[in-house]
């Protein structure tokens, strides 16, 4: 059988938010690289980065409370939600360099500014909170942050949650005002349009079936089209796996040493959703209450305020849920087909380990909605089922690996698995994910292009100008680049969002 055969700088595998971030960067400062994409769906962003699917819409640290733990002598560590927030600031100067210059437009698209709060119930949960924002609040990455157990103020701030609510416990609550809403289906939507106007080959419908090293060290991709079976190779002196939780499938087809005793364990989500505008209209926020005991971190239960398609809306969860399915459009057989003998004792050491989680997943997966509904109304007392529409999300595959902490580890965030040489690379797991897009490929491109980076800084310091600075030692520069962003995004108009998107835009 004879195969059309090409070759290219660079192949992005996925159309979702990483890809599409690697692509716009390298854009940027190699503007003569050739990049092609393949996306096995008919779109880009159809899979984890999915407004539908995601479930974070802007994490930065402000209000998730499982990114500041408790330590044994009763202190707050914030270092993690210090790590995420600046971050997500890097993301922000990224995107708002791409609109100053014109190559992205109405950043009301994909980020709109909605407050973020943490909500406790319960007197040991309320000391907890106010020693978070204790820890927080003297920070200027986390300025403006206010705390009250007061009802009455926690009915101005959150009156759909606070309506008809039994106070017979001590409540509490934080709130900071610059918190943003971030649609990551849009912004990815709208970075393909970028690169695709700026002759970056995008293809979809298109399965990479095998990845291999070829004789002068660059990588040879099989590629079927998924409608007709056409078979083309592709090779490239660079390969990033950017494939959600199809991505562990496709690092384990390139074969190198670094990603061998790999596995993956694939959590689903599921959303309560409110559309009645008469509801929707009650709560504007992001608000992050405290996971049940046994819960997964990504099953921290939230009401966040939605923008998707121009309407308001609702969301409530996640429920976790379990399927063998590594993406939402994936094969029942993705857990089977990713157990090799390099990672079978790694993902049975797992097994063994999260008993407890398996057991609390298989729990979620039976819950009626009535059920849902009652944990709902932890945090909208007077909701009614016929108000609340069972929605579900994306697939998450956390990876799997042996760590200090001992064999079959289930790791719960972010992973760049990249070649010795640093001509390929994948990015495993989830959470905090598409916030940090920006900040995760800086890091791939100084993995694989240590030869480049020298001569790249100085774009990068015009793109992101907080590149190589720690924020938190330089809080005239987080204002500074908070204030300027804001600006730049349409963050700084505190207008209604039903009218937000029609008035502000950037041309």
Not at 194 to 210: A, E, G, M, P
Not at 229 to 251: D, K, M, P
Not at 289 to 299: R, V, Y
């Amino acid at each position: 059988m004879s195969y059309r055969q090409t070759k290219t700088d660079v192949i992005l595998i996925g159309a979702g938010i990483m890809s599409a971030t690697m692509g716009s960067l390298l854009k940027e400062l190699a503007p003569d690289w050739n990049i092609k994409v393949f996306e096995r769906r008919a779109n880009a962003g159809e899979e984890s980065s999915n407004e539908w699917n995601n479930a974070g819409t802007g994490h930065s640290s402000l209000c998730e409370l499982n990114y500041t733990s408790e330590k044994p002598d009763g202190s707050i560590d914030i270092s993690k939600a210090i790590k995420v927030n600046e971050e997500f600031q890097i993301s922000r100067q990224f995107w708002s360099y791409l609109v100053e210059s014109n190559l992205i437009r109405n950043p009301r698209d994909f980020i709109m500014p909605v407050p973020h709060m943490s909500f406790v119930q319960g007197e040991q949960d309320v000391s907890f909170l106010r020693k978070r924002f204790e820890a927080l609040s003297d920070n200027p990455l986390f300025s403006g942050m206010e705390f009250s157990d007061d009802p009455e103020k926690l009915q101005e701030w959150i009156p759909l949650m606070m309506k008809n609510r039994a106070l017979n416990q001590p409540i509490a609550a934080t709130r900071i005002e610059s918190g943003t809403d971030v649609n990551f289906g849009a912004l990815t939507r709208t970075l393909f349009d970028h690169l695709k106007s700026n002759n970056v080959d995008i293809k979809f419908k298109q399965n990479v079936d095998t990845i291999k090293r070829t004789s002068d060290g660059s990588w040879e991709l099989k590629v079927r089209n998924v409608d007709n079976g056409t078979v083309e190779r592709h090779t490239a002196n660079f390969v990033f796996i950017g494939g959600g939780g199809g991505s562990l499938h496709l690092l384990q087809k390139a074969g190198i040493p670094e990603g061998k005793g790999i596995g993956g364990f694939p959590v689903s989500g599921l959303f309560m959703v409110c559309k009645n505008p008469e509801i929707v209209a009650q709560h504007r926020a992001k608000v992050y209450g405290q996971a049940a005991i046994g819960a997964p971190p990504m099953s921290v239960p939230h009401l966040d305020t939605r923008v998707i398609d121009n309407k308001e809306s609702l969301f409530f969860g996640p429920f976790a849920g379990f399927s063998p399915k590594f993406l939402k459009f994936g094969s029942m057989f993705d857990l089977l087909t990713s157990i090799k003998m390099h990672n079978l004792v790694t993902i049975m050491a797992a097994g063994v380990k999260n008993v407890s989680l398996t057991t609390y997943l298989i729990k979620q997966v039976m819950l009626s909605k009535e059920k849902r509904m009652e944990a709902l109304r932890e945090f909208v007392p007077n909701a009614k089922s016929e108000d609340w529409d069972l929605l579900v999300a994306g697939q998450r595959v956390q990876i799997i690996k042996d760590t200090a902490a001992g064999k079959g580890t289930l790791q719960f965030g972010t992973e760049v698995i990249s070649a010795a040489d640093g001509s390929i690379a994948a990015l495993l797991g989830a959470s905090p994910g598409a916030s940090t897009a920006v900040s995760v490929m800086l890091e791939v491109l100084k993995k694989c292009f240590p030869q480049h980076m020298k001569a790249w800084e100085p774009k990068i310091k015009e793109m992101i100008p907080s590149y190589g600075v720690s924020l938190l030692k330089n809080p005239e520069l987080i204002h500074e680049n908070h204030t300027s962003t804001a600006r730049t995004l349409g963050l700084s108009e505190n207008l209604p969002l039903q009218i937000a998107r029609e008035t502000v835009s950037v041309s």
